[in-house]
């Protein structure tokens, strides 16, 4: 078991933990490792930018700020068996979870011909998931002719959902809330996204010493596959929700 912690610009920490059982025909084992990491990054910038939907050549002011939270979960078990003098059997399974959130703060100023001057602060809540599971299994017999055939089956799945949300207030150089009316300035803007991968594989081998100098290797195996992927993302422009067709995606592949 170990156990550390610490704290830069924010708290940080991390513990692992191992286990083995062996004895003569049987071997246990099993792993457990976790970390968060909480740090801060901030950042500011001035200079001017083209944006034609805002008139053009614009003098700028940016400060950015993100707050991002990581964590990580670690979880490996696994067995493996003498069945009998001919045969071992074994499996494994290894459990992965990732936690990304993130809250970022965008403050930008612009002075902008068509209207002046324009405020513009942003928050963004973003909570990334990943979930992945990898397991193995086998079986090897040998026989009495000096051959031997192996079954070996796998699999992994992967997932992974990402939903935001972005608020947003608009203000004029006397810092008095103001609604633009443009599509450009949502209030709110919603996206979602998930991807989802499975794999299979199940795989036979067999080999047989012919002689001394010779051996025989032959084997067949199969493969399973299926991902899928969902997007999509909403506006909300004075309390009417819009779906965003640019950013719908649907699809599935086997």
Do not use: C
């Amino acid at each position: 078991i170990s156990l550390s912690t610490g704290y830069g610009w924010k708290e940080k920490a991390s513990a692992s933990l191992n286990l083995n059982h062996r004895r003569s025909d049987l071997n246990i084992y099993g792993s457990y490792t976790f970390s968060h990491d909480h740090s801060f990054l901030t950042w500011y910038g001035g200079g001017t930018v083209d944006v034609p939907v805002l008139g053009g050549d614009l003098e700028v002011d940016f400060l950015f700020e993100n707050d991002p939270k990581i964590q990580n979960h670690n979880l490996t078990l696994g067995i493996d068996k003498e069945w009998n003098e001919q045969t071992d059997i074994g499996a494994s399974i290894n459990l992965i979870r990732s936690s990304d959130y993130a809250i970022i703060m965008y403050n930008t100023s612009y002075l902008i011909p068509t209207v002046s001057f324009i405020n513009i602060q942003i928050g963004i809540n973003n909570h990334s998931q990943w979930n992945n599971l990898l397991s193995s299994a086998y079986l090897e017999h040998r026989l009495a002719s000096k051959g031997k055939f192996t079954i070996t089956a796998d699999y992994l799945s992967f997932k992974n959902q990402n939903p935001t949300i972005a608020k947003s207030q608009y203000f004029n150089r006397n810092e008095e809330l103001i609604q633009p009316g443009s599509e450009f300035f949502a209030d709110e803007v919603l996206s979602e996204s998930q991807t989802d991968i499975g794999i299979g594989v199940l795989k036979i081998d067999f080999e047989q010493q012919l002689n001394d100098a010779l051996k025989m290797q032959t084997g067949i195996k199969g493969t399973y596959s299926e991902t899928s992927n969902l997007g999509s993302a909403r506006s909300n422009i004075q309390e009417v929700w819009t779906e965003d067709e640019r950013y719908a995606n649907e699809n599935k592949m086997v």
